[in-house]
């Protein structure tokens, strides 16, 4: 099954040398191309796309509102956020619209690939325990009063759910959790997708950035007390 792929950035020579790259690989195509969030909104509706390589800081409109536009559509592709190596708010702010993760600009193209095929499996997070240093950093952003509106949704959660939702949102894998746990590895991915399913989140980076917003998690990623 090929990977139809977009890039999305106002850089002419970024978007080339991921072309190439992408080009090499007999699972991947780039089927679409785009300078700007607006025009990258105005070509999906037009073409199949599985996931988009989505720059933040772009004329127009920018990648993080793009994202959220795009997230918002019924059976949307899976959003990649580009960001600089310094991780902006712009990152923090994609991932809260609903990007699966992110990639640093300069990120070496065995990682970059590796990254499109995860994400396009579902398994959504990107160097996680990345992630989880962006939160951190951004964490003071948050509302203070956020530990309120999803209560009754986490309150569905089992006891071990629960637990397996906290080691999610301090970066571990499911291999991390599964040996913390003395879990099988696949009964860790049953758990997970149970937590997506209850939660109504679309992946694991998802579930790090509720796990901030409820209070869950603190900054320094360990569980609050």
């Keep these: 099954m090929t990977i139809r792929v977009m890039l999305?950035?106002?850089?002419?020579?970024?978007?080339?040398?991921?072309?190439?790259?992408?080009?090499?690989?007999?699972?991947?195509?780039?089927?679409?191309?785009?300078?700007?969030?607006?025009?990258?909104?105005?070509?999906?509706?037009?073409?199949a796309v599985d996931v988009v390589l989505m720059d933040v800081r772009m004329p127009?409109?920018?990648?993080?509102?793009?994202?959220?536009?795009?997230?918002?559509?019924?059976d949307p592709?899976?959003?990649?956020?580009?960001?600089?190596?310094?991780l902006d708010e712009y990152a923090f702010s994609?991932?809260?619209a609903g990007a699966s993760g992110f990639l640093l600009k300069d990120v070496p193209p065995a990682e970059l690939l590796g990254a499109i095929r995860s994400v396009h499996s579902?398994?959504?997070?990107?160097?996680?325990?990345?992630t989880r240093r962006l939160l951190d950093r951004f964490s003071p952003m948050?509302?203070?009063?956020?530990?309120?509106?999803r209560q009754k949704e986490?309150?569905?959660?089992?006891?071990?759910?629960?637990?397996?939702?906290?080691?999610?949102?301090?970066?571990?894998?499911?291999?991390?959790?599964?040996?913390?746990?003395?879990l099988s590895e696949a009964t860790v991915k049953t758990h997970v997708g149970r937590i997506l399913t209850k939660l109504g989140l679309r992946d694991r980076v998802q579930v790090v950035v509720l796990a901030y917003e409820s209070g869950l998690v603190r900054a320094g990623g360990g569980a609050a007390s």
């Design 94 to 96: 994609g991932l809260k």
């Design 122 to 130: 579902g398994d959504a997070v990107v160097a996680p325990s990345t």
């Design 154 to 182: 986490l309150e569905r959660l089992t006891d071990r759910e629960r637990e397996v939702m906290l080691l999610v949102a301090q970066g571990l894998s499911n291999g991390e959790i599964a040996a913390r746990l003395v």
């Design 142 to 149: 948050l509302p203070s009063h956020g530990k309120e509106p």
């Design 60 to 74: 127009r409109l920018d990648g993080v509102e793009a994202t959220g536009r795009i997230c918002a559509q019924p």
């Design 77 to 86: 592709p899976k959003v990649l956020i580009l960001t600089t190596f310094d």
């Design 8 to 47: 999305v950035d106002d850089q002419a020579l970024l978007r080339t040398g991921f072309r190439m790259v992408l080009a090499a690989q007999p699972d991947m195509e780039v089927v679409a191309e785009a300078g700007d969030g607006a025009e990258a909104i105005e070509t999906l509706r037009a073409t």
